[in-house]
């Protein structure tokens, strides 16, 4: 990912920041050019760079740097500020007058997801023709953007000083080189607040949560924003100061399993996980029985099939006792949500940490919850496994159906494993949901 300008020769006495950067700009990502376009003013010719100035670019990136960094996309069922979310989000809030692309960053934590549509209508003076939805490193964004905004203020270096950029760079400089300031920032970036808007209250007590359960496991709830954060750990707290659903960790300190890892994106090491899991344990192919998953977790049979909470939480979440045990909530009550939720904690039992620490297992798009939900998969229903049950790749619905119920999960989980190996079209399981 390399963003490379071209300045404009008769830029060098602007007048201002925007005319000084002028430039012709271009974006690419493995040799594709993210800002290819059609000229629809002149002999309608496909160009890769654009017009425009690098300084309001530049200064979208550094003022929204935090949350574009740690800030997952919004839940289906946010209440809040979705307009807030995409001006801190969408290229096009850059803004000042050019007509940029249809660019989208949405982070998990550990990477950053390039989602680029091409347009649709041509009224303006270009069209977009480019597509891409892929992921990049965290750190390779991180130094893509960087180089950008500090070539972009070499260039204003000697003809302003001053400016709106510089100052808020050299803030932001200050606040990553200081670990306590960027755990602080972090915090507020999940959360959906730009910096320093998030309330105090919320933040000292989430701070105080850290301390007590972990930092990790808090960061992960900030996850879920602002307006939901808050109603979840009050559940979590009345839930597990009454607990009365518990498991083993069996698994806590298999460090073997997690070694065996290779790296990669956090679904596919959340699949390796549960294969190395699964081999360590010697677990028979095909199904794993409520009777076999209940004696791993040392726990009734009845935990993986019986629920008599009157609502269900919108998470599972689990906190680490003495004894590898862990008091949970596994938060859902029909049985294949709540096998489903105990392979999540599984996976976070994997590294499950001391007594006092929190395990969540929510719904927020971040990379340990996409591990998590990676290795309940592949836990529960090898792909391998399934496709030999089903005997094709290209099954009717009825088989997907069978299959959900041979073994024992949820439709949506088959549907999700054959998009996932590519053998469903993705918008099909847009539709079955």
Not at 395 to 420: C, D, G, K
Request: charged fraction near 25%; hydrophobic fraction near 40%; proline fraction near 4%.
């Amino acid at each position: 990912m390399h963003f490379e300008m071209d300045w404009l020769e008769d830029c060098n006495s602007a007048a201002s920041e925007e005319l000084l950067t002028r430039c012709r700009m271009s974006l690419t990502l493995n040799n594709q050019h993210l800002f290819r376009y059609e000229d629809l003013l002149g002999e309608h010719q496909v160009k890769d760079a654009i017009v425009v100035s690098a300084y309001p670019l530049a200064l979208w990136f550094t003022a929204n740097w935090w949350r574009l960094r740690w800030e997952p996309g919004p839940l289906s069922n946010a209440t809040g500020n979705v307009h807030d979310w995409s001006m801190s989000h969408m290229l096009a809030a850059a803004g000042s007058g050019y007509a940029w692309p249809n660019l989208v960053f949405v982070s998990d934590g550990d990477n950053i997801q390039l989602d680029l549509k091409p347009d649709c209508e041509s009224t303006g003076p270009l069209r977009y023709i480019e597509r891409l939805d892929t992921w990049v490193m965290a750190e390779a964004y991180e130094t893509c953007v960087d180089q950008f905004v500090k070539q972009t203020l070499q260039k204003l270096d000697g003809t302003f000083e001053g400016t709106q950029l510089q100052e808020l760079w050299r803030i932001l400089s200050a606040e990553r080189a200081n670990p306590a300031t960027a755990l602080h920032r972090q915090l507020e970036a999940r959360l959906g607040y730009d910096p320093e808007e998030a309330p105090q209250a919320l933040l000292n007590k989430l701070t105080t949560l850290m301390t007590d359960h972990g930092e990790q496991a808090i960061q992960e709830l900030a996850s879920l924003g602002h307006d939901q954060v808050e109603g979840n750990i009050a559940d979590i707290e009345q839930r597990l100061a009454n607990p009365d659903e518990a498991i083993r960790l069996p698994f806590k300190n298999l460090g073997k399993v997690e070694q065996l890892i290779t790296g990669g994106r956090p679904w596919a090491r959340g699949q390796e996980a549960a294969r190395n899991l699964r081999k360590h344990l010697a677990l028979d192919a095909g199904p794993l029985s409520n009777r076999r998953f209940a004696e791993l977790l040392e726990a009734p049979v009845r935990l993986l099939e019986d629920n008599d909470m009157k609502q269900s939480l919108s998470i599972g979440i689990g906190e680490v006792a003495t004894n590898d045990r862990a008091r949970v909530s596994l938060g859902k009550k029909r049985k294949d949500a709540r096998r489903f939720m105990a392979a999540r904690l599984v996976a976070e039992g994997l590294n499950g940490g001391e007594a006092g620490l929190w395990l969540p297992c929510t719904n927020a798009a971040t990379a340990r919850q996409k591990y998590q939900r990676a290795f309940a998969q592949e836990f529960l229903c090898p792909y391998q496994d399934l496709i030999d049950w089903m005997e094709t790749t290209s099954p009717e619905e009825e088989i997907l159906q069978a299959a959900a119920e041979h073994f024992e999960v949820s439709p949506l989980l088959i549907n999700t494993v054959m998009v996932n190996h590519g053998h469903i079209p993705r918008t099909g399981l847009e539709a079955f949901q």
